[in-house]
């Protein structure tokens, strides 16, 4: 769906000479929020990409206007539905789409931190020499510059990397450098070809896909997280490793985290809740 029809019509065409190899689903174009009637999921992907920090609030409140529009048209027609926020910056919209669309909070969430944890699995592989699969790794709180790698949840085949290297959070050592590629990563891509997409793509369908067919897989998506649970007394949407299935997030699961991982996920959240005050303030204007 795309208020540009001709825009809609070429990308289900573009898919649907795919379909084939999707099971053979039917692919509809449409400018009409009536097409979305009684949707088990709907994915919201509007907007237009942050290019750096610079860009960031403008392209907050440009977001944020196009939702507070598309949201209560979308709902009106798929009011059981569960919504799944792509849009940039995710955390910040996902509850604005929870607060736009009265759903209930399971039922809200968005990409989050999940590319992000599947590029430091991407490098982290590479560094060790191993095939990706075999690393397991968690990147929780905000999406970007302020997001939290976990590494004393990092593992290969059940093996802690803090295990095997103690300093592996350390600020100076080679994680460091790991983590500040995931961090310019978009950047790097829209520089060089203009936008990121294909792994967003990947990840996206990777959470439909827990959704459609309640696996109850787990990964690190934004969710709706009530106060003191990431140390900071105010509700935010943020990245958790999260269970998802037919109701949307089902249960969050649970990680000791050190005192530095503690105070970084804390800071991360009054950073999404400072942008987060801006846009829901503008909310009845």
């Keep these: 769906m795309d208020e540009n029809p001709e825009m809609a019509r070429a990308e289900a065409e573009d898919i649907a000479a ?40 403008a392209v907050l409140q440009q977001n944020a206007l196009l939702l507070k529009e598309l949201v209560p048209s979308l709902t009106k027609y798929a009011p059981n539905s569960v919504l799944l926020v792509v ?27 999940l590319l992000d944890n599947c590029r430091l699995q991407h490098e982290l592989a590479k560094e060790l020499g191993v095939n990706q699969a075999a690393v397991h790794s968690m990147v929780i709180a905000e999406s970007g510059p302020t997001s939290v790698p976990i590494w004393s949840a990092a593992s290969v085949m059940g093996m802690k990397l803090k295990d095997i290297d103690k300093d592996i959070g350390d600020p100076e050592g080679f994680a460091a450098a790991l983590h ?6 978009n950047r790097e891509l829209i520089r060089r070809k203009g936008q990121h997409c294909w792994a967003a793509a990947l990840c996206t ?24 649970r990431h140390g900071l007394e105010k509700d935010v949407f943020a990245s958790l490793p999260c ?16 005192p530095e991982e503690q105070e970084l996920t804390s800071r991360s959240c009054r950073r999404i809740y400072e942008a987060q005050k801006s846009v829901l303030g503008r909310l009845e204007e």
Excluded at 35 to 41: G, H, I, N, S, V
Excluded at 103 to 113: K, N, W, Y
Aim: hydrophobic fraction near 40%.
């Design 18 to 57: 795919a379909a084939v190899f999707l099971g053979s689903p039917k692919i509809r174009a449409s400018t009409d929020y009536s097409e979305a009637r009684d949707a088990t999921l709907c994915v919201i992907a509007a907007g237009r990409q942050q290019r750096d920090e610079a860009d960031a609030e």
């Design 243 to 258: 269970v998802l299935g037919r109701g949307g997030v089902l249960a969050y699961m649970r990680h000791l985290y050190t």
């Design 205 to 228: 369908c990777e959470i439909i896909d827990a959704i459609v067919r309640n696996t109850c897989a787990c990964l690190t998506v934004s969710t709706f997280v009530k106060g003191c």
């Design 180 to 185: 500040a590629k995931v961090v310019n990563c």
């Design 87 to 113: 849009s940039e910056p995710v955390d910040v919209l996902s509850h604005l789409a929870m607060k736009l669309s009265g759903f209930p909070s399971q039922r809200v969430l968005g990409l989050g931190t």
